[in-house]
């Protein structure tokens, strides 16, 4: 699925997240109580794509902020 020609909806419910992600719904879920993944967005049952993938990125190491500055990179990886 390449973004660029994604027609998916952005904000997703806990079984299509769980699919997006490739795991089960209850993997998902358990993600979701141990905050590996983001909670659903406030007053609904449906989570942004968009920070799914923000989270994946953190956990797998990728760059969060391209933009970043250098002491602000050094600040979050050094916070205690």
Known sequence: MSPANDNSPRLIGRKEAAEYLGIA?????MW????K???PIAGTRRWDRK????RLDELSGLSVNDN????????RENAS
């Open 25 to 29: 719904e209850s993997t998902f879920s």
């Open 32 to 35: 979701v109580a141990t905050l």
């Open 37 to 39: 993944m983001p909670q």
């Open 51 to 54: 920070a799914i993938d923000a």
């Open 68 to 75: 970043e500055d250098p002491y602000e990179k050094w600040m």
